[in-house]
């Protein structure tokens, strides 16, 4: 059971300066600056202009099951137009 100080810990990572959010984002998940930057602006032309909006689905996308198979990598890698073409069947897949 999530207790009320989680939630409102979850609740408050979405809110993180940048910088803060995508340090959490390399610690949970392996993310660099370079793909986090990427996916933001990929996500606001797509129109998601939310940032919030957009770090969920950042999150949700992160945290789905083809990207937890990664190996023992520290990094999450993706091959040439990998990403875009990954998040891209992700959203489509989520609405």
Aim: net charge positive.
């Amino acid at each position: 059971m999530i207790t009320r100080t989680q939630l409102q810990a979850h609740e408050e990572l979405w809110h993180l300066p940048d910088y803060q959010f995508v340090t959490h984002c390399f610690e949970v998940y392996g993310l660099n600056r370079g793909i986090y930057n990427t996916m933001d602006e990929w996500l606001y032309r797509f129109g998601i202009r939310e940032v919030v909006q957009r770090r969920q689905t950042i999150a949700a996308f992160l945290s789905s099951p083809h990207l937890q198979e990664r190996g023992n990598g520290r990094y999450l890698k993706f091959g040439k137009g990998g990403l875009t073409k990954q998040l891209y069947d992700f959203v489509q897949s989520s609405r």
